[in-house]
């Protein structure tokens, strides 16, 4: 049984239907991705994954646990977390701020709970270990606003790993970066490959095909194609589309 899976997933807007029978599985410690052109229907579909949106028809499940429409925070409790294309960061706040915030164990203390963070030594520590391993620990006293966008986009995936979830969706996160802070973020991805599950929406077909170990092709709303990166480089559709222009 796949860890996380979605099954004839319909959702329409009005008369406009955007998600026609989706199903889609993901496998506990593999990469999937998820690629289409704009306006296909991908963020959507995360939407409805997280529980942003509730399908019109089928069924989300978490470790055979039905979740479909339950709210976004319920799934997040589940063990699923969540980047977005806009970036959602406290700005006024630190680096290890905005870490030591999200440690389910900071939230658990309620009132002043930051200030209590910053007294125990465990959570400290925990934070700083999150840190390190986005490559922040040297900028944990910098003011989040103060990073540049790409170490806010590491600084994003920080925080969702600190929520310790089993599952992580990373929205479109190579979006606004250059060829350096794509490398960078590519890096990063390839470190927690293995270590937690991972599905990327992603436009860039290069660093999406250099890390996926599977891929779901959506167009008009529907999974048009599947199959691991270099099945899709033979794909007929893909290579007809712009999906396809990879060196």
């Known amino acids: 049984m796949a860890l996380f899976e979605a099954s004839d997933l319909h959702l329409r807007f009005g008369d406009r239907v955007v998600l026609e029978n989706v199903s889609l599985a993901f496998e506990a410690g593999r990469l999937s991705g998820i690629m289409g052109p ?63 915030i999200a440690l389910p164990a900071t939230r658990r203390r309620g009132h002043d709970a930051l200030g209590q963070a910053y007294a125990d030594p465990a959570l400290v520590s925990e934070a700083y270990a999150i840190l ?13 606003k103060s990073l540049s966008y790409g170490a806010r ?3 994003e995936i920080g925080v969702a790993l600190a929520c310790r979830p089993k599952l992580l969706f ?8 250059g060829s350096d802070g794509r490398a960078r973020l590519a890096q990063l991805v390839g470190k927690l490959k293995g270590a937690l599950t991972i599905v990327i929406i ?11 170990d599977e891929i779901s092709v959506i167009h008009w709303g529907q999974v048009i194609a599947r199959g691991t990166p270099a099945e899709l480089k033979t ?6 589309s712009n999906l396809g222009r990879l060196n």
Request: charged share 25%; proline share 5%; with cysteine.
């Open 38 to 100: 704009n306006g296909a229907g991908k963020t959507t579909c995360f939407n409805v994954l997280t529980g942003r949106y509730k399908p019109d028809r089928g069924r989300v499940l978490l470790e055979g646990r039905d979740i479909t429409g339950r709210p976004p925070q319920d799934i997040a409790r589940l063990g699923v977390a969540r980047s977005f294309q806009l970036m959602s960061l406290f700005d006024e706040f630190t680096v290890f701020e905005n870490v030591a």
């Open 132 to 144: 390190d391993q986005v490559g922040l620990a040297d900028h944990a006293d910098d003011p989040a």
């Open 153 to 155: 986009r590491a600084l």
């Open 170 to 177: 990373l929205d479109e996160p190579t979006a606004g970066l």
């Open 202 to 212: 992603e436009h860039d077909m290069e660093f999406l095909f250099s890390l996926a």
């Open 235 to 240: 794909n007929a559709w893909v290579q007809a």
